[in-house]
């Protein structure tokens, strides 16, 4: 099990919106702002997509933005492409030199 | 370009000692002040961290591993190297090695580079 609770699924049509949840604890998410996410393609390792809950790494288009609010964070997807279908990971720091993540969720780009 | 690749046996037999090799090229260990690690994902489930290491050979586990992991530094070939010890069943996963994306903040930072990853089934 998980140390960080995504919703297994989610789906969107092209164009559209998708919010991703990463619910965590006062120990990670609560406390720490070293939030990411990762998007892996199967067969695929996964890329960094958000680091410290909101900023891109480079090339990373602005369609991908992070927030935080208290002990859950979130990705969300604007402007849905097919590309974007993956599965996404949230991760996060958990003090004591520890690194926790969530269990995935499946985009859907319908 | 900096590039991990993960190398050793794809088959451990249960209670015996799962051993992988991750060779970097691109930049190099002795003087890179970054943190590596050791990540494994379960087919379709979440990666979980196993641990990280300095190229002074400081390291940091996970807690829940930390009693049958062992992490070890090679400087003169460039590479870092994971032993898990009396596996089972369930430390049937694809290993990845990765980078850690900011220099020195040990545990603190994300994964910015990744090897390919190595499917290690446990077996008899």
């Given amino acids: 099990q998980s140390a960080l609770t995504q919703p297994p699924s989610a789906s969107g049509s092209p164009g559209q919106s998708v919010t991703i949840s990463c619910a965590g604890s006062i120990d990670d998410i609560g406390i720490h702002d070293f939030v990411s996410w990762y ?7 996964p890329k960094l997509i958000i680091y410290d809950v909101s900023k891109r790494p480079l ?3 602005d369609r991908f933005s992070g927030s935080k609010s208290g002990k859950t964070a979130s990705l969300t ?24 993540f969530g269990g995935g969720t499946k985009l859907t780009v319908l | ?11 451990v037999k249960p ?33 979980e961290w196993i641990g990280s290491i300095y190229s002074s050979g ?8 930390q009693s049958r992991v ?3 530094v090679d400087t003169s070939k460039n590479q870092f190297s994971l032993r898990v010890f009396s596996v089972t069943a369930a430390d049937r996963a694809v290993y990845f090695c990765a980078r ?25």
């Fill in chain 2, 15 to 47: 209670s015996e000692t799962l051993s992988l090799t991750c060779t970097v090229s691109g930049d190099s260990l002795i003087s890179s002040r970054y943190y590596w690690a050791w990540v494994r994902q379960p087919p379709g489930k979440g990666p």
């Fill in chain 1, 59 to 61: 090339g990373v288009p």
């Fill in chain 2, 70 to 72: 062992t992490m070890v």
């Fill in chain 2, 100 to 124: 850690h994306s900011r220099p020195m903040g040990a545990v603190t930072y994300p994964f910015d580079y990744w090897g390919q990853g190595t499917l290690v089934t446990v077996s008899s």
């Fill in chain 1, 77 to 100: 997807v604007s402007g849905l492409q097919t590309d974007d279908e993956a599965d996404y990971y949230c991760s996060s720091y958990a003090g004591n030199n520890r690194l926790v």
């Fill in chain 2, 58 to 65: 400081n390291t940091y586990y996970n807690p829940s591993l």
């Fill in chain 2, 1 to 11: 370009q900096l590039q991990l690749q993960e190398s050793g046996p794809g088959l």
């Fill in chain 1, 39 to 45: 998007q892996q393609f199967p067969g695929k390792a």
